[in-house]
């Protein structure tokens, strides 16, 4: 039998010698350590070139009780802030050395990745779209899985979760409205299924209500999802009564375009006769095109503090649930005229 080395697989420990460097070296560059001296990585890196090394995951997965892999659960990818959020959690993973496992599913049936869960296939979900009929995932949160929710939350499940405030966010547009002295007050809204959603049309109604300008409810639409179709198909409605809003509050950007498009299609003037306002600050708000005031989301922080509390539940070095709510920020632009809160 032919004992030639040469024909053994490559280990980390042939890829330390020939580059020099101890064996927790050559495992800290193939994780994304950035604990490495470049030039160390560098040269580590040329020999795995040269030597064509390819690290046998599953093995080290048998050895470490971990995958490397982080399930992320989205649904709604039509919606650019779920595309957005995911190019971000991505960027989190890889700079933590984890890699991302994307699941586009329908928000109430997240089976597949709760079943991947239970079978050690990824160490951990972080999941962006949860609501209370997320019966497969909170299943895997009560067998003590490492899930953490972001952006939409689920009050009473026992797993780390993080959003931003929606409540206070939704305030501070019925703050800026009334402020501004905006007369006829529009609202666009869905179904409260999603913490998010529920929060944010809850607030803006509350608020009003408490600043002595309750919601007239003939100038409320209720969309059944969120589209550009659905936004300009409301916005259409509310514009053709006898007399239409002078402000529309659109609980999320989408259906805010949708209604900036149906105002143009209408020749009504944008922010001359009627103010518009989103929520959540997805790239295209800021496009000269819709040029939309709304409500952002600190999708960047938000990322980074889902990825710590997802690896400290995937390491055990956590034991207390956390519960992270992060600011939001009221970015006003030509929708509203530019008009500032202090004036």
């Known amino acids: ?59 080290r997965a048998m050895r470490t009780n971990r995958t490397g892999n982080i ?7 039509a919606n650019p802030l779920y595309p957005e959020m995911l190019q971000i959690l991505g960027q989190e993973l890889t700079e933590a050395g984890l890699r991302m496992v994307v699941w586009n599913t329908d928000e109430t049936d997240e089976g597949a990745a709760a079943s991947a869960v239970r079978e050690s296939l990824v160490d951990g979900v972080i999941m962006t779209t949860a609501t209370s009929l997320s019966t497969p995932l909170y299943e895997a949160v009560m067998m003590n899985a490492p899930v953490v929710l972001i952006h939409r939350v689920v009050e009473g499940w026992p797993c780390d979760q993080v959003s931003s405030d929606n409540t206070q966010g939704a305030i501070s547009v019925a703050d800026y409205v009334v402020k501004a002295g905006r007369k006829r007050i529009g609202l666009i809204e869905g179904a409260p299924l999603a913490s998010t959603i529920r929060d944010r049309q809850s607030a803006f109604r509350s608020r009003l209500t408490e600043l002595g300008r309750p919601l007239d409810p003939s100038l409320v639409i209720r969309v059944d999802s969120f589209s550009h179709k659905t936004g300009f198909d409301a916005a259409s409605y509310l514009l ?20 900036r498009d149906a105002a143009r299609a209408r020749g009504v003037d944008v922010p ?14 800021a496009w000269p095109a819709f040029d939309l005031t709304t409500v952002r989301q600190p999708l960047k922080r938000m990322a980074h503090e889902a990825v710590a509390l997802l690896r400290d539940r995937v390491s055990g070095a956590s034991l207390d649930h956390s519960t992270v709510c992060l600011p939001t920020e009221l970015v006003i632009r030509g929708s509203t005229a530019g008009h500032r809160m202090d004036r």
């Open 1 to 59: 039998m032919n004992t030639n080395s040469s024909y053994l697989p490559l280990t980390s420990k042939d890829i330390a010698k020939a580059a020099k460097v101890s064996q927790a070296t050559v495992s800290r560059v193939l994780s994304g350590n950035t604990n490495v001296q470049p030039e160390t990585r560098e040269r580590v890196l040329a020999v795995i070139r040269e030597m064509k090394y390819r690290p046998n995951g599953m093995a």
């Open 71 to 77: 399930g992320v659960v989205v649904s709604r990818l």
């Open 240 to 259: 053709d009564l006898a007399q239409p809003p002078d402000v529309m509050f659109c609980v999320n950007d989408v259906i805010a375009l949708g209604a």
């Open 272 to 285: 001359g006769q009627l103010w518009l306002i989103g929520y959540d600050d997805i790239e295209m708000a």
